[in-house]
């Protein structure tokens, strides 16, 4: 009965990682749309985008000190459906104070359902006693390019991002929250039959000198990808002289080469542990973006995003579950610090990448991202303390394998 309950839990959890990769990708794919109906002019855009991961940070410091008296499943089977009802409200409001307040909520909701998300995912994988992380993350992947995909019909149509939004909150609102019944946590503290969480004193702290390596490698890894997410069309096109049609095939090679990456990546913690594939993942990152910044055409350059692919997506399931197993007594505490350097990254990759390219050349401003994907080798030994390895020999003792 107890292996059941892990795999209805697991399967729920995957089921919202989805959820979450389709929204995000409908918010984002569809930014130039948004700005036009809003008339957000090209100054106060970077306002609003930085808006969105400055807020997200909020929600997940909040979350951290909300999962202190109420489990993460609550906050997470709460959080969902309000993140679907702001991607609906940014496509339903007509004035700038609207979409100022559905892109607040978004972001305050999303950093609360990140944090969530992955305390469970790492809780459930320390029950499971073996790596599967990667696979929740590979949930996300399908999520975005199934989202990617509906945004690409909807401006393909030329559909108002009302009529464009509310067919996937109609469908995935409700599978969210059928599915939030089926939520189970790894490790169980003793609750009351509201969900609510007994103050238990743990004496655990989570060291934040320990934690920073994880944290560095979190902001690396997302300076990469959001390089990767907002420059890729451009640097194809405009420094590799793509056509306008070939631009927009990068981000979804990446995409898919994350998703088949993240899909296989467990296997390979498990037989070659985390250490190993974090560093394999790192410099074949790193080769990535060396290739795009010394590409001679748009082929070579494609070759180079798939590269990254490949190389980034399992640095950051990793240094969720790294956390998780450096802070057992605190996870939850730890995840919720670790989430906030996500943003950090995305905060700062795009804008440095386009300083750089304006100031010196974007061949040069590849290099950036390369060298700090690269720095995750100095960190390496973060994501394997020995006695807490998952899979491979590694297994903690009387561990049940429940599929």
């Known amino acids: 009965m107890k292996d059941a309950r892990l795999r209805h839990g697991r399967a729920s959890l995957a089921l919202s990682f989805f959820v979450q990769g389709v929204t995000f990708a409908l918010l984002v794919t569809r930014i130039p749309a948004i700005q036009d109906r809003y008339g957000i002019s090209d100054g106060l855009l970077p306002v609003f985008l930085a808006a969105v991961p400055i807020l997200a940070g909020v929600g997940s410091v909040v979350t951290e000190k909300v999962v202190a008296r109420v489990r993460p499943r609550v906050v997470l089977r709460w959080a969902q459906p309000v993140v679907l009802l702001a991607l609906l409200g940014v496509g339903a409001g007509s004035e700038l104070w609207q979409v100022a307040v559905a892109l607040g909520v978004f972001g305050l909701s999303v950093g609360a359902l990140d944090a969530s998300m992955n305390m469970m995912g790492v809780s459930l994988q320390r029950a499971y006693g073996r790596s599967i992380m990667l696979g929740f993350h590979a949930a996300y992947s399908l999520g975005g390019i199934a989202g990617a995909s509906l945004a690409w019909a909807g401006a393909h149509w030329d559909l108002t991002l009302l009529v464009s939004y509310l067919p996937a909150v109609v469908v995935l609102l409700p599978a969210a929250l059928i599915a939030s019944r089926w939520y189970v946590e790894g490790v169980e503290t003793k609750t009351d039959t509201d969900g609510q969480r007994e103050e238990v004193s743990s004496g655990v702290s989570v060291s934040f000198k320990l934690l920073m390596p994880l944290c560095l490698v979190m902001s690396f890894a997302y300076i990469g990808d959001s390089t990767v997410s907002n420059w890729s069309a451009k640097y194809l096109q405009d420094v590799l002289g793509s056509s306008e049609q070939l631009s927009t095939v990068p981000y979804n090679v990446y995409m898919v080469t994350t998703l088949l990456g993240r899909a296989v990546g467990d296997f390979g913690v498990r037989r070659f542990g985390a250490v190993t594939v974090v560093r394999f993942g790192s410099v074949l990152a790193a080769a990535g973006f060396g290739v795009v910044a010394v590409a001679s055409g748009a082929w070579v ?51 440095l990448v386009g300083a750089l390219g304006d100031a010196w050349s974007y061949r040069g401003a590849m290099l950036v991202p390369m060298v700090l994907v690269l720095a995750t080798l100095v960190y390496a030994k973060s994501f394997g303390p020995e006695p807490a390895r998952y899979g491979g020999g590694h297994e903690r003792p009387r561990t049940v394998d429940v599929g």
């Open 301 to 351: 350059g494609m070759l180079g995003f798939t590269m990254l692919g490949l190389g980034l997506c399992v640095i950051v399931p990793q240094t969720f579950a790294a956390a998780g197993r450096m802070f057992p007594g605190a996870s939850d505490t730890a995840i919720a610090r670790l989430n906030v350097f996500n943003y950090v990254g995305f905060l700062v990759g795009s804008p």
